[in-house]
Structure formats: structure tokens, C-alpha cells
Antibody
Framework: EVQLLESGGGLVQPGGSLRLSCVAS????????MSWVRQAPGKGLEWVSA????????YYADSVKGRFTISRDNSKNTLYLQMNSLRAEDTAAYYC????????????WGQGTLVTVSS | QSVLTQPPSASGTPGQRVSISCSGS????????VNWYQQLPGTAPKLLIY???QRPSGVPDRFSGSKSGTSASLAISGLQSEDEADYYC???????????FGGGTKLTVL
């Protein structure tokens, strides 16, 4: 059974940093691209970033480019999202998702971790 | 303002057939496949349709997808109360080099 468990969310001040983690199980982690998708309170889904199975290719939404860094440790089956220079508009539930056949196919999702950026 | 355009709401009565549209452009839907996600209240999204019209294992055949040009559509037949949820379309965008979502459609079963 595929499981994705996010952690690392919390309250942070504007301009601060936070690192999210997602521990995966139930599949060969290194064989699949992974992604982060966020959802602001009461709003729709917004894709944030993706990384290839090897970690050699990364992709970012324009809204986070230069501030967020996606990475993975295949020896630990763990996906990360380093978030710097956080803004109020980054407040959202952040979901870790396993990528399927194509980069826009998210076939499994975690339960999400809430990030709140506020002073 | 989402790159893909969906109606904010849709509704139907039990047993009815409803359709949700998703409009894009040549850089996303026009050149890549469309995927649909269902988000029940208070839960994480779930993959409903991938590659325009393919259903993952476990998704009832009441759900179907189609694509034509730069638009796509999700159809739900035999509407049930448990289908009440938010539905999102998504596709890769070649110009943005990233995934784009629709704004979501809230489906109400009357």
C-alpha cells in the first residue's frame, strides 16, 4: 500500500524559512518523480514543484522559483521542500504527491501539512 | 486567475448526468493530456481520470473524461450523493514548463 506522510508544517513569520518532509512507503521511491501541490485555505489546488526519480531534474512554479528548493534522499525514501523568504500568500496545506505516468498525473497523495505565514 | 478555466459550480439530482468543462490553450490542453482530481470535503485530492479518459483502478465507470482541441470535459452519470465534491482538471503546460490546474468546480447533489 502506497503511503505518503508529510511533516514539518507550522507557524512561521514572513521572511522566515521552513523545511517540509514527506516519507514514502509501499513503492520503489527512486523510480518515480515526486511533486508538491498546495492549497490555500478555501482555495483551489496550486502545483508548486516536481523532481525526477534520480533528483537530476527539478521544476518550479513561477510563484516559488528562487525561494523554494525541492530535493529527495532516495536512501531514506524522503522528499523535501525547503521554503525560504516565506510570504503570507504561501499559507496553505502542502501535499506531497507521487507522480504517475506523466508529470501532471498525481496518483497518490499525502494527507497534507499546514504552513501558516503570519506575524 | 487559473490557467485552466472551469465553472465554479455545477449541480444535479441523484441519477442525473452532469458534465464539467475545462478550457485551456495550445500550450497545455492543446498539446498534452488532461487529468481530473476529486477532492471530497476535508480530504486530500484523489486521481479520478488520467490521460484524458483513463480511469485508475477502483474508480467507477460512472466517471468518464474526454478532450477535444483545447478543451476537456468530465462527465458523471448516475449521480450519487457521495459524488458531492470539488473537481479539478490539470495538465502540463509547455510554455510554463509546469503543471497547471483549473480553479475547481464544486459539485452539489441536490
Amino acid at each position: 500500500e502506497v503511503q505518503l506522510l508529510e511533516s514539518g508544517g507550522g507557524l512561521v513569520q514572513p521572511g522566515g524559512s521552513l523545511r517540509l518532509s514527506c516519507v514514502a512507503s509501499g513503492f520503489t521511491f527512486s523510480s518515480y518523480a515526486m511533486s508538491w501541490v498546495r492549497q490555500a485555505p478555501g482555495k483551489g489546488l496550486e502545483w508548486v514543484s516536481a523532481i525526477s526519480g534520480s533528483g537530476g531534474s527539478t521544476y518550479y512554479a513561477d510563484s516559488v522559483k528562487g525561494r523554494f528548493t525541492i530535493s529527495r534522499d532516495n536512501s531514506k525514501n524522503t522528499l523535501y521542500l525547503q521554503m525560504n523568504s516565506l510570504r503570507a500568500e504561501d499559507t496553505a496545506a502542502y501535499y506531497c504527491a507521487k507522480v504517475g505516468r506523466q508529470l501532471a498525473v498525481f496518483d497518490y497523495w499525502g494527507q497534507g501539512t499546514l504552513v501558516t505565514v503570519s506575524s | 486567475q487559473s490557467v485552466l478555466t472551469q465553472p465554479p459550480s455545477a449541480s444535479g439530482t441523484p441519477g442525473q448526468r452532469v458534465s464539467i468543462s475545462c478550457s485551456g490553450s495550445s500550450s497545455n490542453i492543446g498539446s498534452n493530456t488532461v487529468n481530473w482530481y476529486q477532492q471530497l470535503p476535508g480530504t486530500a485530492p484523489k486521481l479520478l481520470i488520467y490521460s484524458n479518459n483513463q480511469r485508475p483502478s477502483g474508480v467507477p465507470d460512472r466517471f468518464s473524461g474526454s478532450k477535444s482541441g483545447t478543451s476537456a470535459s468530465l462527465a458523471i452519470s448516475g449521480l450519487q450523493s457521495e459524488d458531492e465534491a470539488d473537481y479539478y482538471c490539470a495538465a502540463w503546460d509547455d510554455s510554463l514548463n509546469g503543471v497547471v490546474f483549473g480553479g475547481g468546480t464544486k459539485l452539489t447533489v441536490l
